[in-house]
């Protein structure tokens, strides 16, 4: 009995591609969606009013959403990295590239002061 061919491990599946990109593209806004109320919880904090700040929260919930999301579209990225196209690779890795980046300036900013 001849046995089928199995595909190559490190082939991405039909619609890898395209679920990467629609992730990437989620986590990037949700992250961007992050930096308005982050303004607007940081002018309510420095001005000392004792106004209810909704801002900073929202801002914690946009964020945290956008890890959740760029984590989820970081295990595919890495599970099928030799077999995606360089473009898909790097929109894959942009998010967590981002997470990485802010907890970087936000651990030298805490260092600094």
Known sequence: MAESPEPRSWEPPFGTQQR??????????????????AIVGLGIVS?????????VPLASGFWALGFLVALWVAFPTLRYWDGLPDTIRWMGALPLLCVSLFLTVALIAALIQ
């Open 47 to 55: 001005s000392g009013s004792d106004e209810a700040n909704v801002a």
């Open 20 to 37: 990467i990109r629609v992730r990437a593209i989620w986590a990037v806004a949700l992250f961007a969606a992050a930096v308005p109320p």
